[in-house]
């Protein structure tokens, strides 16, 4: 089965279709279709991403699937949440992972509480306007370091601790990161879902 991704995020990608392969399911960057981006309008990784996948649907007529998620850090109120890859940029700097993440070292300069979570909604639908979209969340917890550490994954990757683990997300090899993550851990959940509603596998 094909499904449009709507991301033109490489590495995401790879991710998903690693996730999604035994399925038999196919992913399809919207941006080689000449798909847009989506407006990102709202303040919850499932508005978001159910927003996105109905977009990618639309204009592709295909079954489309859509990713939204990011970096929840509670002393900042779930900040920067679903604006985590614009975190910078919001504040007057510019948009890259290195920028994201001196942005939050600074907002967490001197705070004893670095408890973090990555967040990911996943939403699937058959069509732009399925009345029953399927809607899975993955939540990753751990902590934020003073300091980078590790050279693997992307965004707040080096960042953030894993305590179970004993590493950074960035240091983890690919493999281990693609059975632990919150993308994972939402996928799971969302296989679960293609094979008793949409009859995959």
């Known amino acids: 089965m094909k499904l449009v991704l709507a991301s033109n995020n490489a590495k995401?990608?790879?991710?998903?279709?690693?996730l999604f392969t035994p399925l038999g399911i196919e992913l399809v960057n919207q941006g080689s279709l000449g798909i847009p981006e989506a407006d990102e309008p709202f303040d919850s990784f499932v508005e978001n991403?159910?927003?996105k996948a109905r977009h990618a649907a639309r204009l592709s007529g295909l079954p489309a699937l859509a990713d939204d998620s990011g970096l929840a850090v509670e002393v900042l109120g779930g900040a920067p949440g679903v604006r985590s890859a614009r975190y910078a940029q919001d504040a007057g700097g510019e948009k890259s992972d290195a920028a994201n993440n001196a942005h939050l070292l600074r907002q967490l300069d001197g705070v004893a509480d670095r408890r973090a979570r990555f967040v990911c909604a996943l939403v699937a639908v058959r069509s732009a306007d399925d009345p029953e979209p399927l809607i899975?969340?993955?939540?990753?917890?751990?902590?934020i370091l003073a300091a980078p550490q590790g050279e693997g994954g992307f965004g707040y990757d080096p960042l953030m601790w894993i305590p179970a683990l004993g590493s950074t997300v960035a240091a983890l090899p690919a493999a281990d990161k693609n059975r632990l993550s919150h993308r994972a851990l939402a996928a799971a959940s969302l296989m679960q879902q293609f094979r008793e509603v949409w009859h995959l596998g």
Do not use: I
């Open 12 to 18: 995401k990608l790879l991710e998903l279709q690693a």
């Open 49 to 51: 991403a159910l927003t």
């Open 136 to 143: 899975a969340m993955g939540r990753w917890a751990g902590e």
